[in-house]
């Protein structure tokens, strides 16, 4: 996996329904999950596209608290 610098605050809770290939492969604790990586393609399993159900975009700094369609891990 690529890295590139990047501060990632993993407190910060993201929807359950945010995916990225990364996570099959390095588990849910990936920084992916957190932050935005350029190296990753982001989809919502509630929908199966690059936007959710709100048609708001699915990337970690969106799927938070908040969102309608937030459902929390």
Do not use: I, W
């Amino acid at each position: 996996m690529p890295t590139f610098l990047r501060v990632v605050d993993t407190t910060q809770p993201v929807c359950r329904n945010l995916r990225t290939k990364a996570m099959h492969v390095y588990g849910q604790d990936t920084p992916d999950a957190f932050s935005t990586s350029r190296s990753s393609h982001y989809h919502c399993l509630r929908t199966q596209f690059v936007t959710g159900p709100d048609g708001g975009l699915s990337v970690p700094e969106q799927c938070r608290p908040g969102r309608e369609c937030f459902e929390a891990r």
